[in-house]
């Protein structure tokens, strides 16, 4: 007679996968066994460290924040959220591994509506220059 409940087995391996990442401008992708339920952001750390520790090129930095994790299968066209676990898509673990593209910062409404005033009365100095000295 079974007094207590058995836990199920459960095997280490179930929540474990082989992931690859390819680096862009990189000779080819690198592996390493990841939890299924790792975030983005601890992978992506431990990639940036893989990478460098096998001396690869490009050099790429250790930055969290200027990298992006892909999904290299046609369903992932964005980026994979840092806070997401590794296993969310299901069962893909090919990545790709990119530089986020550089944001440059708008002007502020003001300074873009100076600079045009400025450009315009320099144009209107100029001008007049001109006329007052070619008589």
């Keep these: 007679m079974l007094l207590y409940k058995q836990k199920p087995k459960e095997s280490k391996g179930e929540n474990m996968m082989l992931i690859s990442i390819s680096v862009v401008g ?3 992708p690198f592996r390493f066994v990841v939890n299924k339920k ?5 992978v992506l750390q431990r990639a940036l460290k893989s990478y460098a520790h ?6 790429l930095g250790s930055d969290l924040k200027e990298f992006v994790l892909y999904c290299s299968t046609a369903a992932g066209v964005d980026a994979l959220s840092p806070w997401e676990t590794i296993g969310s898509r299901g069962a893909v673990n090919n990545f790709i591994l990119c530089k986020k593209p550089p944001t440059t910062q708008p002007l ?5 509506s100076d600079q045009k005033k400025s450009l315009i009365k320099g144009w209107i100095n100029k001008s ?8």
């Design 26 to 28: 990189s000779t080819g």
């Design 38 to 42: 790792e975030l983005v952001a601890a």
């Design 54 to 59: 096998l001396g690869r090129l490009p050099v």
């Design 108 to 112: 502020p409404l003001a300074a873009a």
């Design 128 to 135: 007049l220059n001109l006329k007052i000295s070619s008589n």
